[in-house]
């Protein structure tokens, strides 16, 4: 069940008053519309109903996909990368979680979309994780004449390419939104995906919350095997 609360909001414009649907969870299976409204950030969208003015407004939520087999704990605040990883409450209710399910924390709208993308792709965000650490640890390749290229800027998941050959990521400017794509093969992902089964480190453990980040990667690679 997909769960709400009211809040109240005034306009910053006008000071009129009007209310915000705050999601406290979301279940797609459920409500599909909600996903809709996640993906192109209308939940996190309110309009003042005198003046029309628009407001971001971001909350944390839960958003579990049954059938995709994951939840995803988010908060909107992008900065706080807390690696900790939380065992699930032992609760009858999510015994039925094998250990196949991935259970989540995810930091900014960004990171909320990519998770989401990644797993709706049948992907590992794992191996996803991996890439962009040694592509941003090695990238400065991609940009030669500027060796500042990637500081600040964030790396996101997308997209497959058409032909299914590709993964396809946007470089983000917290200031310009997308300021480049670029892709890996399928090829290096799936080389990645054979090593990280291996790799102890990478394991999941069952019903524990994870923050798989940049610098949740960086804590396992530095650790030793
Ligand atoms: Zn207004």
């Not at 995810?106 to 049948?122: M, N, Q, R, T």
């Not at 400065?140 to 790396?155: Q, V, W």
């Not at 524990?208 to 396992?220: G, L």
Request: hydrophobic content about 40%.
């Amino acid at each position: 069940m997909s769960q709400h609360h009211i809040q109240k909001i005034v306009c910053p414009k006008c000071a009129a008053q009007g209310e915000m649907t705050i999601w406290d969870s979301i279940n797609v299976q459920l409500n599909p519309e909600l996903k809709d409204k996640v993906m192109d950030e209308s939940l996190f969208t309110w309009t003042c109903p005198s003046c029309g003015h628009q407001v971001y407004i971001t909350f944390g939520t839960l958003y579990h996909d049954l059938a995709g087999q994951f939840m995803l704990f988010f908060d909107h605040k992008a900065e706080d990368n807390d690696l900790s990883e939380d065992a699930f409450p032992d609760n009858e209710a999510f015994a039925q979680f094998n250990k196949n399910y991935r259970l989540r924390y995810v930091h900014g709208i960004h990171a909320l979309k990519e998770k989401i993308f990644i797993f709706d792709e049948g992907l590992s965000d794992v191996v996803v994780e991996l890439l962009k650490y040694f592509v941003r640890n090695q990238v400065i390749r991609i940009n030669e004449s500027d060796p500042n290229f990637l500081i600040g800027k964030a790396i996101y998941f997308t997209n497959m390419s058409d032909d299914g050959e590709q993964l396809i990521f946007a470089l983000v400017s917290p200031r310009k939104g997308v300021v480049a794509h670029f892709g890996l093969s399928i090829d290096l992902y799936e080389q990645c995906l054979q090593k990280s089964i291996l790799d102890e480190r990478f394991k999941q453990e069952k019903n524990c919350i994870m923050n798989v980040c940049y610098e949740w990667i960086d804590a396992k690679l530095k650790s030793s095997k």
